[in-house]
């Protein structure tokens, strides 16, 4: 005890030990300033955070600079297009339709695991249509018309049991309706038109009992309309012109 009030009067120590106390203090201010602004770890899903900076990844043109708003100092949830669930901070809705935007979706879309609503029509996205989206087993409407996205359309995206809208209009998606889309018996807008889709309209279709709309027109379509889209009694707008349709 006696030993230690006397060194502490040696200046040299004392100003040592005065260094250490800043650091141990300054430590401690760091510490206590992530819990008072835990908006980048604590709330929300750390997985949303890092999908949507994978997205931000892969945006190679922004001329209008939406995408800056993505950044460290504000939280996810305030972003630009970002719409969360006000208790758990997930994100429900993913909206940057008609942002002059380029790029492509990652597969770590998947990771979003609570979206409702993909809009992002009316940009210039390309690559294929990630089958990841078929983790969204909550989502209730795609919509990526007006865009260049290739490839096929993603079987996985059979999962996605609680779709309404599907609505791919004007991309350049090839091969055919795949036959796993017969488990959306909850859509009620189909929008495949001014694609490249080949292949026979699926008879299932007429499963969708609450199908407003289909769209088909302009594609590559063979073969015949199917009897059973007439068992739609909801269908108000059928678009088919364009196609290569036998005519009985
Ligand atoms: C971060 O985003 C906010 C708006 O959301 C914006 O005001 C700010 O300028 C951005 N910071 C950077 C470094 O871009
Ligand atoms: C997100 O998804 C990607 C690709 O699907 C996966 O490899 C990765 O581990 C996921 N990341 C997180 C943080 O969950
Ligand atoms: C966060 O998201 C990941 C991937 O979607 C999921 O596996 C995990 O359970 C989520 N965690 C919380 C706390 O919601
Ligand atoms: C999809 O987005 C386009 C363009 O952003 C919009 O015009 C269209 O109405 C949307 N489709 C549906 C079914 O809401
Ligand atoms: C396809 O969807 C299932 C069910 O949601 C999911 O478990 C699986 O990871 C998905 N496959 C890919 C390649 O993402
Ligand atoms: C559409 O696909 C067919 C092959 O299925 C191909 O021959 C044709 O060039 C494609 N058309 C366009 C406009 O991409
Ligand atoms: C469509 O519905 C009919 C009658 O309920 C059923 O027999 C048929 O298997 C269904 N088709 C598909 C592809 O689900
Ligand atoms: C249209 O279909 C017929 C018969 O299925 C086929 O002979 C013809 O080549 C097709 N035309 C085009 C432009 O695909």
């Known amino acids: 005890m ?3 009030s006397r060194t502490i009067r040696n200046p040299v120590l004392l100003k040592f030990l005065h260094g250490f106390f800043l650091l141990v203090l300054c430590m401690m201010s760091t510490s206590s300033e992530s819990a008072a602004f835990p908006s980048h770890t604590l709330l929300g899903n750390e997985s949303d955070r890092l999908a949507l900076l994978d997205l931000k990844k892969r945006i190679t043109e922004d001329p209008l600079s939406v995408m800056s708003s993505w ?3 504000v939280h996810f949830c ?4 970002i719409t969360c669930h006000s208790a758990t901070q997930r994100v429900l809705i993913l909206d940057l339709e008609d942002k002059q935007l380029a790029g492509s979706i990652p597969p770590s879309i998947g990771n979003l695991t609570r979206l409702i609503e993909i809009s992002l029509g009316i940009n210039e996205f390309h690559g294929e249509i990630p089958q990841e989206l078929g ?16 490839g096929k359309i993603p079987t996985n995206m059979s999962h996605c049991t609680q779709l309404r ?3 791919l209009l004007s991309n350049k998606i090839i091969g055919s309706i795949p036959r796993q889309l017969s488990s959306w018996l909850s859509l009620t807008l189909l929008k495949l038109g001014e694609n490249n889709l080949s292949g026979t309209i699926p008879g299932w279709i007429g499963n969708f009992s609450s199908l407003r709309g289909l769209g088909l027109a302009h594609n590559n379509f063979q073969g015949s309309i199917p009897n059973e889209l007439g068992h739609i009694t909801t269908l108000q707008k059928f678009l088919v012109g364009g196609n290569n349709l036998s005519e009985d």
């Open 2 to 4: 006696m030993e230690h």
């Open 71 to 73: 950044n460290h100092s």
């Open 78 to 81: 305030s972003w630009v297009g």
């Open 135 to 150: 983790r969204l087993r909550t989502l209730e409407s795609l919509n990526l018309s007006f865009n260049s996205f290739g």
């Open 165 to 167: 809208v599907f609505d």
